[in-house]
């Protein structure tokens, strides 16, 4: 049974920066494709982040372009999504997520989700 555990949210300034970890203990998150979505209060789930299994990286949007990085540490079985200089508007839940081909297309069915984490950037 694949479970996420999620880690590194938490309350960051304006400007502040925070990483966010996806591991999944006893499973192997190489083969997968990886990604991180976001749910600010009353607005839509929205993709963040993805990374293929041959590490090409999917953006969705601008939101995170510059600021957001997302990659693999295969030895820590880990997914990290590096933010900086985050933005009260950044403030969400964020989810990892695992697709068994690719990352998915906008509104594509997403496989497995985790149980998120929260991030709020406020001064």
């Known amino acids: 049974q694949l479970q996420f555990v999620e880690s590194g949210g938490g309350l960051v300034q304006p400007g502040g920066s925070l990483k966010l970890s996806c591991t999944a203990p006893g499973f192997n998150l190489d083969p997968y494709a990886i990604g991180w979505f976001r749910q600010a209060p009353g607005k839509a789930l929205m993709g963040v982040l993805c990374?293929?299994?041959?590490?090409?990286?999917?953006h969705y949007g601008d939101s995170a372009k510059g600021r957001f990085t997302i990659y693999r540490e295969n030895a820590k079985n880990t997914v990290y999504l590096q933010m900086t200089s985050l933005k009260p508007e950044d403030t969400a839940t964020y989810y990892c997520?695992?697709?068994?081909?690719?990352?998915?297309?906008?509104?594509?069915?997403?496989?497995?989700w985790g149980q998120g984490t929260q991030v709020t950037v406020s001064s």
């Open positions: 990374i293929e299994r041959d590490n090409q990286i999917t």
């Open positions: 997520m695992l697709n068994e081909i690719r990352c998915p297309a906008p509104g594509q069915k997403v496989d497995h």
